[in-house]
C-alpha cells in the first residue's frame, strides 16, 4: 500500500516559510507593476495646469511678448500697406490688433474701452473701409 508520509513540525514550519516568502515577492512585485502603471498613466494623462504660479507666470510672460509679435504692423508684409497701416487712428489700429491678432470679440473690446459694441464695430469696418480703398485705389491717393 501507499505509504502516508507523516507532516513534521520541522516540515510545516518550512512550507509556511516558503509561502510567507512566496506571498512577499508576489507583493513586492506586483507592487512595483503597479507604481509602474501609475508613472506611465501620469506621464501620459499629465494635467496642464499641475503648477497654477508658473504656468501663470509663463503666460504673463508670453502675453506680453506675444502681444508684441503678434501686432497686425508686425505682420503686414507690403511696405505700402503698411505704411498706410500706420496712418490709421490709434484707436483704429488698437481695434483692428484685438480683433485680428487677439481674436477678441467686439464685446469683449467695447468692455476694454468703455464705449458700446456697435461703437467698436463701426470704428472697425470704417478701418477696413479705408484700407480697401487704399488696396483697390492704390498708394496713389
Known sequence: MIEKKRITPEIKADYERKFVSYISSLLHFNSINFDKKIRKHH?????IMDDI???HIAYED???LGSHLHRLENQISDPNLHKFFLTLSEREKEILNLTYAEEKKDIEISQQFGVSQ???S???KNALKKLRHFLMDGPSR
Open 62 to 64: 508670453e502675453k506680453l
Open 53 to 55: 504660479e508658473e504656468s
Open 43 to 47: 506621464e501620459r494623462n499629465t494635467l
Open 122 to 124: 463701426k470704428t472697425r
Open 118 to 120: 456697435q461703437s467698436i
